[in-house]
């Protein structure tokens, strides 16, 4: 069984900057496609990032839109950990920031249906 803890998260000024963690456990996180997702108040969990196997895809990424050029989500396969590095935050960032693992693929993809394993989420809040 596969456990993913996040950390990171907190309260930030607008253009500050936060970076997340996540650890996982209990399985082979080398061969997981990796994957953040966050959800605010009253809305759906959306995606923000995911990336590959390093090994077959060269640890490639993908993006949404929102986050282009201000997020940039990497991995530490020796320290079974995914981060989320986070610039210029603004105020519709806040949300609850989840990672997960999908098992079964090899290249990034932004379907949350995709994904097997999910931590707890971490708390991420913006002030204007």
């Known amino acids: 069984q596969v456990q993913l803890v996040e950390s990171g998260g907190g309260l930030v000024q607008a253009g500050g900057s936060l970076r997340l963690s996540c650890a996982a456990s209990g399985g082979t996180f080398s061969s997981y496609v990796m994957g953040w997702f966050r959800q605010a108040p009253g809305k759906e969990r959306e995606f923000v990032a995911a990336i590959g196997w390093i090994t077959w895809s060269g640890g490639s990424t993908t993006y949404a839109d929102f986050v282009k050029g201000r997020f940039t989500i990497s991995r530490d396969n020796a320290k079974n950990t995914v981060y989320l590095q986070m610039n210029n935050l603004k105020p519709e960032d806040t949300a609850v920031y989840y990672c997960?693992?999908?098992?079964?693929?090899?290249?990034?993809?932004?379907?949350?249906?995709?994904?097997?394993?999910w931590g707890q989420g971490t708390q991420v809040t913006v002030s204007s």
């Open positions: 997960g693992a999908d098992d079964d693929g090899s290249r990034p993809v932004a379907y949350g249906r995709a994904y097997d394993y």
